[in-house]
């Protein structure tokens, strides 16, 4: 069966003007099938919200393609694209600013029903109720105002939002990462439950792995714009291939102090390098411990080196 979403070749680069280009995404594959959670990871910078921005097309790509059910969202135009857009929505970061606080949490929740024709009068406020209570908030919130609700209520606004024309795929950009991590358990759970609810696919965008571990099918691990490797969770976890992937699990404190510890803490040298002036070969190697010559002279391939798992690295 074709994926929900195939994302071939993906690329979006700025230019700065003065000859300055900014490779923010640069060649990225993966796909997500239906009804699966994709994970893309990476530290601040890395790419991985212009990815989500580009896929969802509030960025226009300057290469490759994105398809959804099969057709290229970067080609649509008129009445194909509005019909597009009901199919895949956006949950962002900041649930402080991305709600407008001059409306009420029922005309916020109904903004899609109303842009694409759903219902209105009685059916529409049916619709909102319903979409308040599924994600755990109640009726009487519609009247009221983003800045009554705590940060957990607010992002549950903002997937009620998400949620009222249907959606196919949500991509959510680091959706818990301004949350008290108090919440954050809590929204993943209802991010999950929505999910078996509805059927919905997610491309969840975070910035470490302990984040994405318990929602994602597969992961994507992101860095200077490019993915360095692409598997199952649990083969990311138990095998990781890219020097860059290990260091990042290694950082993740392992909860149980009765079990042995049997991942050596990785501290890497150096800082992430401007994504303006990346390094020659491979744009890890300023950083990674096992770099050896023809790290700078060549950039790996990204390749699948076992079955469904994908990395870019000299070492494979
Ligand atoms: Fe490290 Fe070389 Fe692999 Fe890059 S290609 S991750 S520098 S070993
Ligand atoms: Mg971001």
């Not at 059910?69 to 199919?87: A, D, I, M, P, W």
């Not at 009685?122 to 919130?141: I, T, Y």
């Amino acid at each position: 069966k074709r994926p929900l979403l195939e994302v071939n070749g993906l690329q979006k680069h700025f230019n700065l003007g003065g000859g300055k280009i900014l490779k923010a995404v640069d060649n990225l594959n993966f796909s997500i099938a239906e009804g699966e959670t994709f994970g893309l990871v990476g530290e601040s910078g890395c790419g991985k919200s212009t990815a989500g921005r580009t896929i969802i097309r509030l960025y226009e790509a300057t290469g490759g393609e994105v398809l959804f059910g099969g057709e290229n969202v970067h080609t649509l135009s008129g009445r194909k694209l509005h019909e597009f857009r009901r199919h895949m929505q956006m949950v962002f970061q900041d649930p402080y600013a991305s709600l407008n606080p001059r409306m009420t949490v029922g005309n916020i929740i109904a903004e899609g029903i109303d842009i694409h024709g759903l219902g209105s009068g009685r059916k529409r406020k049916e619709r909102v109720s319903e979409l308040l209570d599924a994600v755990g908030l109640n009726e009487e919130h519609a009247t009221r105002f983003p800045h009554e609700f705590s940060g957990g209520q607010r992002q549950r606004i903002g997937i009620a939002r998400a949620l009222a024309i249907d959606p196919r795929l949500i991509i959510a950009d680091e959706p818990i990462s301004a949350l008290d991590v108090s919440v954050q358990a809590q929204v993943v759970n209802l991010f999950k439950r929505l999910q078996k609810e509805r059927g919905l696919t997610y491309l969840f965008i975070a910035h470490d792995l302990a984040m994405v571990k318990h929602i994602s099918d597969r992961i994507g691990v992101m860095y200077l714009g490019k993915l360095v490797e692409v598997t199952t969770s649990e083969e990311l976890y138990a095998n990781p291939l890219h020097p860059y992937t290990q260091s990042l699990l290694s950082a993740i404190p392992i909860p149980d102090p009765n079990v042995e510890r049997t991942r050596e803490r990785i501290i890497l040298e150096g800082e992430i390098p401007s994504p303006l002036n990346p390094p020659s070969g491979c744009p890890f190697r300023t950083r990674c411990p096992k770099a050896m010559p023809e790290c700078a002279a060549s950039m790996p391939a990204f390749k699948e080196v076992q079955p469904g798992h994908f990395t870019a690295c000299h070492l494979y």
